[in-house]
C-alpha cells in the first residue's frame, strides 16, 4: 500500500465491533486512502479477575463489519504472536494513567500501552483513531505518542450512542434486560450534571447528586465520577465551572462495569 503512495489509517480493536467501532473506521477512511484495523484482545489489559475468556469474540462477524465499512485490510494477530512465552517487554505511561481508571484497573493502561506501541510498530500507519468512547486512553495513547515520537496523529473518534443515550461498548451485550434499562441512567445523570454545571452549580454537590442518581437507577456500585480538565485530566480548580472540562464516571451494573464521559462546558 504504501509503495503504491497510498496513506495508512489504523483502529486498533479487540473485536466484538459495534456501529462506534465502524464509525472509527470511516474517520479512518476520509483522513487516509487506506485503512487497516487490528482485531485483538490483548490479555495483557486484563487483570486476572477480569473478563478475558469471558470477552465477546466473533472474528468472522468482525470482518465482514469491517469489510462493509470500507477497510482494507484486517490485522488478527494470535496471542502468542504478539507475546511469545519468553516477552518481557512492558510500556508505562505515567502522569495521566495513574487516575481515575488507573485506580480501579491498575494493570490496564501499561497493558494497552505496551500492545499499542506494539502495533503501531507492526502496522506503520500515518494516523490512527481512537474513540472518545475511553476518553482516558485517548489522552494515554497521545501522551504515547508524543513522548517516543511515534510519527503517528491521533485522531478522536466521537462516542456513538444507543437511541437512549448509552454509549456503544462490547461490553454492553453483558447486560440483562433489566440491567440493559438500568444502564441508560449513566448518560441521562452526566447530561443532568452538565446542564447544572454549566449554570454555576456548586462541582462537588452535582457530582455527589450523579452518584446518587446511579445508586438510586439500581448501579451495584459507582467507581468514580469526576470533573477534570479536557487536555490533561488535571482536576478542575474552584467550586463552579470556569472552562471548557469533561465529566467521566465508571459504575457496575451486576458485575459488569460500565464507563462514559461528556464534554462540559
Ligand atoms: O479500546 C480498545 O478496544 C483497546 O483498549 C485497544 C486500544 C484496542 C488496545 O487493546
Known amino acids: 500500500m504504501r509503495a503504491a503512495g497510498d496513506t495508512l489509517g489504523f483502529v486498533a480493536t479487540m473485536g466484538a465491533l459495534h456501529e462506534g467501532h465502524v464509525s472509527l473506521v470511516r474517520l479512518a477512511k476520509q483522513n487516509t486512502t487506506r485503512c ?6 490483548n490479555p495483557k489489559q486484563f487483570a ?53 481508571e488507573g485506580l480501579s ?5 501499561g497493558g494497552v500501552a505496551t500492545v499499542v506501541a506494539k502495533l503501531f510498530l507492526q502496522v506503520q500507519p500515518d494516523m ?7 476518553y482516558q486512553q485517548l489522552l494515554v495513547i497521545r501522551k504515547l505518542v508524543r513522548d517516543m515520537a511515534f510519527p503517528i496523529t491521533i485522531i478522536p473518534g466521537p462516542t456513538i450512542r444507543e437511541m437512549d443515550g448509552l454509549a456503544m461498548s462490547s461490553r454492553n ?3 440483562s434486560a433489566p440491567e440493559r434499562a438500568t444502564a441508560s441512567a449513566m448518560p441521562r445523570a452526566l447530561r443532568t450534571a452538565i446542564s447544572a454545571l454549566e449554570h454555576r452549580a456548586p462541582i462537588k454537590a452535582t457530582l455527589a447528586r450523579v452518584e446518587a442518581d446511579l ?6 456500585r459507582v467507581d468514580y465520577v469526576a470533573l477534570r480538565e479536557a487536555e490533561t ?6 467550586d463552579t465551572l470556569t472552562g471548557a472540562a469533561r465529566i467521566l464516571a465508571a459504575a457496575l451494573i451486576g458485575r459488569t462495569r460500565l464507563i462514559d ?3 462540559v462546558g
Open 36 to 41: 487497516i484495523a487490528s482485531l485483538f484482545v
Open 48 to 100: 486476572a479477575h477480569e473478563d478475558l475468556s469471558a470477552y465477546p469474540r466473533d472474528e468472522a462477524g468482525d470482518v465482514a463489519k469491517l469489510e462493509a465499512a470500507g477497510c482494507d485490510l484486517v490485522f488478527a494477530p494470535k496471542p502468542n504472536e504478539m507475546y511469545a512465552d519468553d516477552f518481557a517487554t512492558a510500556i508505562s505511561v505515567g502522569g495521566v494513567s495513574n487516575d481515575l
Open 105 to 109: 484497573r491498575p494493570h490496564f493502561f
Open 128 to 134: 490512527a483513531v481512537f474513540g472518545e468512547k475511553d
Open 173 to 175: 451485550a453483558y447486560l
Open 215 to 220: 445508586t438510586q437507577a439500581g448501579f451495584a
Open 233 to 238: 485530566l488535571a482536576p478542575v480548580a474552584g
Open 261 to 263: 464521559n461528556m464534554a
